[in-house]
């Protein structure tokens, strides 16, 4: 059983944690909190570009309801790398898709009461003639990590050259880095993660538990809205961000095994009872 894998916390021993995923343009909180927890983080970017993901969009709270702020790209083929993704930079008009998405978060935010503090900084990024979609989603990135007050150092997996696929990929990149254990998402990698391989390898898995913050929000009369880009959290709460990023996650050391066991245990009752 995979919760058998997962030691108890006084036996946990994880050493370093490599974290991994795909880069996102507008990072969730989710995501941040992986990097938070992380002794290294992954941008995984020698990997076949997903559209209709948020490797170059994301949602932001308008008047109307969750919007999407959306780089647009050139299709090329369906084969296309992450790493090869090219923006496309041409004009509406005299208008560059990122002064557009700029105005669109200017009208949702701002009289958030931080909007002036973030503002320029994002809007420098956003409006800068940016070719390749990896370099821009990497900018927005560290601007995130500086703005949560996250020192996890950052490192793409194409300099790694990492081997394989899905397990033997990461495993790969846990080597490069030296890294004991893998903090995995409950995502789609934990549908396909091998974990005897990993045991195989000597590698610890560890399930990341993140709880979504709950904060006072401009522009939600019908109730709080989560799961949206990082910045809604920075421009209603500034300062205050990065110890609500943090007081929305458990632990990774110490807690983590414990969280684990019950998310196994969540995921065995579900399956037992027949859900999906």
Request: net charge positive.
């Amino acid at each position: 059983m995979a919760n058998e894998r997962i030691h108890a916390i006084n036996e946990l021993k994880l050493g370093r944690v490599m974290a991994a995923h795909q880069p996102h343009l507008l990072p969730w909180l989710g995501y941040l909190h992986k990097v938070m927890a992380a002794d290294v983080f992954v941008v995984v970017d020698h990997v076949q570009y997903e559209r209709q993901n948020y490797q170059n969009r994301n949602r932001v709270l308008t008047r109307s309801g969750p919007q999407w702020i959306v780089a647009p790209v050139h299709q090329v083929s369906r084969a296309e790398l992450i790493a090869e993704k090219r923006i496309n930079n041409q004009k509406d008009g005299r208008t560059t898709w990122g002064q557009k998405a700029f105005r669109t978060l200017e009208c949702a935010y701002g009289k958030a009461a931080f909007f002036d503090r973030y503002a320029p900084g994002l809007e420098e990024i956003l409006t800068r003639p940016w070719t390749r979609l990896v370099d821009l989603d990497l900018a927005l990135l560290r601007w995130h990590l500086e703005a949560f007050e996250i020192e996890t150092p950052v490192v793409l997996s194409s300099s790694l050259r990492p081997e394989g696929a899905k397990s033997e990929m990461i495993v790969s990149m846990c080597k490069a880095v030296g890294a004991q254990s893998y903090l995995s998402g409950n995502g789609g990698s934990r549908r396909y993660l091998d974990l005897e391989l990993f045991e195989r390898e000597g590698l610890q898995v560890v399930w990341q538990q993140f709880e979504h913050p709950v904060y006072p929000q401009l522009g939600a009369p019908a109730g709080f809205v989560a799961g949206l880009a990082a910045i809604d959290l920075l421009f209603n709460c500034g300062p205050a961000s990065p110890s609500l990023l943090r007081g929305g996650a458990q632990p990774l050391r110490g807690a983590v095994a414990e969280a684990g066991l019950r998310a196994e245990r969540r995921a065995e009752g579900r399956a037992s009872a027949g859900a999906v």
